[in-house]
């Protein structure tokens, strides 16, 4: 079975520039969250996703916004880019939130350069 | 989440075990003790995870004091593919993939 899929692998933008950001989680798995992984530091939760609604958000400017389509699938977009943002970005995908065996599985994530 | 606190680094000797400790001293009772680790440049794995009972996989094992405030995960015979940042995090099983990762400690395994 696939994984966690996410596209693009790699990725350079300009600053002020938008960015869509895209994830598929593991077959049957209907919660996806997104992760902002600096270099050298561990990754910062962004947004939860259930069901197609937020479920959580973590400290990030509304510059940040993601989405969840009808078959689990997400999408996080980033408007008017700034250096810092230059990150890795993870996605993971689990079952139901709360049921029993919802560790998380991560994508290989999506490297976005900003220059 | 709780706090948890792990060493930066620990060195390890190629098919020894390797003892990782955590301290989760504010832990409450319905919070859960994680691990994962993340290889160079790869998303994180999930390793194995308990409430208060010791747990053993194919992976790894999970002691976890009587107290609930510091666990340890063991890898049993350390391998040069065991080398990567491993992170204790605790939560209550309801948060799901939402995870609060602390530093880690970066274990570096070594022939």
């Known amino acids: 079975d696939a994984g966690v899929t996410q596209s693009p692998t790699h990725l350079i933008k300009t600053r002020g520039q938008h960015v869509t950001l895209r994830c598929s989680p593991i077959s049957g798995h209907k919660s996806v969250s997104w992760y902002q992984q600096v270099l050298g530091q561990g990754p910062q939760f962004i947004f939860q996703?259930?069901?197609?609604?937020?479920?959580g958000r973590g400290n990030f400017p509304d510059r940040f916004s993601a989405r969840q389509f009808p078959n689990y699938s997400s999408e996080l977009n980033v408007n008017a880019l700034l250096l810092g943002d230059s990150a890795l970005y993870l996605c993971?995908?689990?079952?139901?939130?709360?049921?029993?065996?919802?560790?998380?599985?991560f994508g290989q994530g999506t490297r976005l350069t900003v220059v | 989440d709780a706090k948890t606190t792990q060493p930066p680094s620990m060195d390890c000797a190629e098919g020894r075990a390797a003892n990782l400790p955590c301290n989760h001293s504010t832990i409450s009772g319905n919070e859960y003790v994680y691990w994962y680790r993340q290889i160079h440049s790869q998303g994180p794995q999930y390793i194995i995870h308990?409430?208060?009972n010791n747990e053993t996989n194919e992976m790894a094992s999970l002691i976890i004091t009587e107290d609930r405030k510091s666990s340890t995960l063991i890898l049993p015979h350390a391998t040069l593919r065991d080398t990567a940042v491993y992170y204790c995090i605790v939560r209550v099983e309801a948060a799901g993939n939402k995870l609060t990762f602390g530093g880690g400690t970066r274990v570096l395994v070594k022939p």
């Open positions: 308990g409430l208060k």
């Open positions: 996703y259930y069901e197609k609604e937020e479920r």
């Open positions: 993971a995908s689990s079952l139901v939130p709360g049921a029993r065996g919802t560790e998380a599985f």
